[in-house]
């Protein structure tokens, strides 16, 4: 009989076991490991060919992660894929293959990120398992153990000379005494995570034992567009994250298994590949510029800087671009641990538990302050600011983007783990509901500013607020999963789009009605907001748009040829003022480059240059020769129009340290953290600051602007 097999690749992970080289933006899956083809690719190509006269392979279907939709459309463009807003573990994965393909169809359940040497064995042992399928049966393919694995789970199959087995149980991964009884029963096989069945089959075994997840992806499931599926995020999250083997697998009767050798390896960290590439454990292997002496049993691997080695052995030695690891070979649970610590912690590293201490204590404190406030119980709304006693001023008129600034300041007080959570969750959907019933335009959009009786003072739909609260519903939708947060930012978007798209020359208009000058500073803001929501939500619209805010920097904003980021445009994105006279915001130098940063780390899209010129221009040009403080604006000839200096420059510059270590040292970033608690943090009340001094340093703020509490939490966060 001719079996039909329509393979699913199941392409999530974390990136986590093999750090540096594998990351959460680019995992194992999407590099070449074993050979020169990325080992997602590997795993497609199995199926190019069919080996055995009686197997077709159909083109397979991806399901992986939104956040990787660039790296999949690049690397199988000819694949259906189906692409989820976050991870759910592998049940819901299988639900959604099986709601892809027909009850009829044969489906072939794999991970993305294995190794099968022995491809001709691994299709003789599709072909037994598909006639076992076709009668009914859920069929796995179980590992010949070759050594007492204690690091995979096993599959116990019934005695007997059958090619295919009853399953009679799966268990979890064994200590070594218990490797080593499997081993010498013989009943025993590597589980590899693999499965073969009817969609229908499966679909019916969902129903049966984890109705919530088959219900839970049907609700999710959208039709293919372009080859595309997109899971509804809201439905998708209220889906049980679990796996297959426990949802189905372990319950169901119809199990069972084909036993195969056919070189198979889950890659599941170094030593794994260094025994995959090499002959034998004294071996070294090595890729890059590497040079080892007197030494056995490495894997050392440059994607860059050379490598000199000597008079060690059994080791892992990786350096990136970024990053530099070395371990001990047999040690796979320490590359683990290592990279969450230094992804999780990159900003801190190399500065004081002192300092550190101190900026989580001052931040915890302005949260309480402004937690107690900030908000207006009589007319509602977030105060625009404190007076310098740290008193509120509630007869103050009220900007629009600060009340969006407040709403995204204590999502991210949840995020960083500040304690009075129920507090923070309060205050962000009282912002939240002020934003959607008092604050609308009634022709759509928002309003530019209120007086403090909640009517509007000015009723300009501005782009920057826009941004703002754009950036605000998706920080609270990500840390408390408010769908009237996602629904303010959704509404926000579509506003911009298509009111104040420029569709001629790109960006968007500055705001309605139309004014002049065009501002650079607004699309700076509208990048921040578009990557904050595809960060919360994966969508890949939101991505475009962020490209296209960078497109617009690196074609109109920057000038190459005197390092200047210019503030002010014509309609055409001329330059207002011809190239000696521009003005630029050295904040915004340093604020471009941190956003810029981001963009590359979800993107790829390189902008290293463009950032190390941004920040030593500033640095070089923007500073205060007597206080070292950056100030608020100058001209490229040299001319200062203004020389106070605010305290969101200063923040900036922070933040902008902390992701160049490159540009400047560990040792220049925390000294310039001094000095911002000594100038601005500690002269103000408590949780307050001081938001502008002088030329010579001296205090000139007359009130406490509540706009800042969103530049604290952005320059604090990475170190906390």
């Given at each position: 009989m001719n079996y039909k097999i329509h393979p699913v690749i199941l392409c999530g992970g974390a990136g986590t076991r093999l750090w540096p080289l594998s990351t959460p933006a680019t995992p194992k899956q999407f590099l070449p490991l074993t050979t020169h083809r990325s080992m997602i690719e590997e795993t497609a190509f199995r199926f190019s060919s069919s080996l055995r006269p009686n197997l077709e392979f159909t083109q397979p279907l991806v399901i992986g992660s939104k956040r990787h939709a660039s790296l999949l459309a690049s690397t199988l463009p000819a694949s259906r894929k189906i692409l989820e807003p976050m991870g759910r573990n592998s049940a819901p994965a299988v639900a959604?293959?099986?709601l892809a393909n027909d009850p009829d169809d044969l489906v072939l359940i794999l991970p993305a990120d294995h190794d099968i040497r022995d491809v001709p064995a691994f299709q003789q042992a599709i072909a037994l398992a598909a006639e076992a399928a076709e009668a009914g049966a859920i069929v796995t393919f179980g590992v010949q153990p070759s050594h007492p694995a204690t690091g995979y789970g096993y599959i116990k199959a019934e005695r007997g000379d059958a090619v295919v087995k009853n399953v009679e149980e799966f268990v979890e991964k064994p200590d070594?005494?218990?490797?080593e009884s499997y081993l010498k029963a013989g009943t025993y096989y590597w589980n590899a995570g693999i499965f073969l069945f009817k969609a229908g089959i499966m679909s019916d075994a969902l129903r049966q034992f984890a109705p919530d997840i088959l219900t839970?992806?049907?609700n999710a499931m959208r039709p293919f567009e372009n080859q595309t599926a997109h899971l509804d995020p809201e439905a998708f999250s209220n889906t049980p994250s679990i796996s297959i083997d426990y949802a189905v697998m372990e319950k169901a009767e119809n199990v069972q298994t084909v036993p195969v050798q056919m070189g198979w390896s889950d890659v599941g960290g170094y030593r794994a590949l260094h025994d995959l590439l090499t002959e034998e454990e004294t071996a070294n292997y090595s890729s890059g510029p590497v040079f080892a002496t007197d030494s056995e049993g490495l894997y050392v691997r440059s994607e860059g800087p050379a490598i000199a080695v000597n008079g060690v052995s059994n080791l892992v030695i990786i350096a990136t671009e970024n990053e530099v690891m070395i371990t001990p070979t047999s040690d796979d649970a320490a590359v683990k641990k290592l990279g969450a610590e230094v992804q999780n912690k990159r900003a801190q590293l190399g500065f004081s538990e002192t300092l550190k201490s101190r900026a989580k204590e001052w931040l915890w404190q302005a949260f309480e302050t402004w937690s107690e406030k900030a908000?207006?119980?009589?007319?509602?709304?977030?105060?625009e600011q404190l007076d310098l006693d740290g008193n509120p001023d509630r007869g103050a008129d009220r900007r629009v983007r600060v009340q969006a600034r407040q709403v995204y300041s204590f999502a991210q007080a949840i995020e960083l783990g500040w304690p009075e959570t129920d507090t923070a969750k309060s205050l962000i959907e009282r912002g939240?509901?002020?934003?959607?019933?008092?604050?609308?335009?009634?022709?759509?959009?928002?309003?530019h500013i209120i007086a403090a009786d909640g009517t509007p003072s000015d009723q300009r739909r501005d782009l920057y607020d826009h941004a703002f609260i754009i950036l605000a519903g998706s920080a609270a939708y990500k840390a408390t999963g408010s769908a009237l947060g996602l629904k303010i930012a959704q509404d926000a978007m579509a506003f911009v789009d298509t009111q104040l798209k420029d569709q001629s020359l790109g960006g968007w208009l500055?705001?309605?009605?139309?004014?002049?000058?065009?501002?650079?500073?607004p699309h700076m803001h509208m990048l921040e907001a578009m990557l904050a929501y595809h960060d919360a939500t994966g969508d890949l619209a939101a991505l475009d748009r962020a490209g296209e805010c960078v497109t617009l920097f690196e074609k109109f904003f920057f000038d190459p040829a005197t390092d200047?980021?210019?503030?002010f445009f014509q309609q055409d994105w001329a330059t207002a003022e011809t190239p000696v006279e521009t003005v630029f915001e050295p904040g915004h130098h340093y604020e471009w480059a941190t956003l810029l940063s981001m963009h590359e780390s979800v993107s790829g899209h390189d902008s290293l240059s463009w950032r190390r010129r941004l920040i030593r221009y500033a640095d070089a040009n923007g500073l205060n020769a007597e206080t070292g403080l950056a100030m608020n604006a100058r001209r490229a000839n040299g001319e200062i129009t203004n020389a106070n200096s605010r305290l969101w420059h200063q923040l900036e510059m922070f933040r902008a340290y902390l992701l160049h270590p490159g540009v400047a040292s560990r040792a220049k970033a925390g000294a310039l953290l001094e000095q911002i608690f000594e100038v601005y943090l500690d002269q103000?009340?408590?949780g307050g600051w001081i938001d502008e001094v002088d030329a010579s340093g001296a205090p000139i703020a007359k009130a406490v602007p509540a706009s800042m509490l969103y530049h604290a939490v952005t320059a604090f966060a990475p170190l906390i």
């Open positions: 959604a293959a099986c070594l005494a218990t490797a839970g992806t049907e908000w207006d119980d009589g007319q509602g709304g977030f105060v939240l509901d002020y934003l959607d019933t008092r604050l609308r335009h009634p022709e759509g959009g928002w309003v500055e705001a309605l009605p139309a004014t002049l000058p065009r501002r650079s500073n200047v980021m210019s503030e103000g009340p408590a």
